[in-house]
């Protein structure tokens, strides 16, 4: 599919490890089932509940557009004609790549992106995390 980066399915292994820090925000710690890929996620909570066990699809795009032409930057749910990745989801996130740990000739890479102060880091394998650059999105 023209503009994904990375996608498999999460199992949810715990949610807020620490306690919770934020009435509507909830830190998710999962587990890919395809690539073995660490994440951790902070999600809003209040429209998104998650609990412990449940699965959930995950996709990195660099574009809602199905054909692959790359967005203006500002999300725009009337700009979009016809129908969208975002169609398939129940919650959509937009954020921008802030912080790229290890190299490809490390054994794990670990991608940091910031979604508007919800922050995520997916960890694994560098095969699976080609296509990450800083300050994308």
Known sequence: MAGVLFE???????VDPDGKKF?????LICDSESFKMELIL?????LYPVEDGDKFRLMLASTLRE???ADD???????INGPNKADNFEYVMYGKIYRLEGDEDSAKIA????????????????????GFSVDNH
């Not at 498999?8 to 715990?14: E, H, R, S, W």
């Not at 009435?23 to 830190?27: D, G, T």
């Not at 930057?73 to 700009?79: A, H, I, L």
């Not at 991608?111 to 080609?130: A, E, K, W």
Request: glycine letters at 12%.
């Open 42 to 46: 902070d999600i809003n909570s209040q």
């Open 73 to 79: 930057g500002e999300y725009n749910p009337m700009g």
């Open 111 to 130: 991608v940091y992106i910031s979604y508007g102060g919800l922050l995520m880091r997916l960890q694994g394998d560098p095969n699976n995390l080609q």
């Open 23 to 27: 009435h509507r925000v909830s830190r």
């Open 67 to 69: 054909d692959g032409v």
């Open 8 to 14: 498999d399915i999460f199992d949810v292994k715990d």
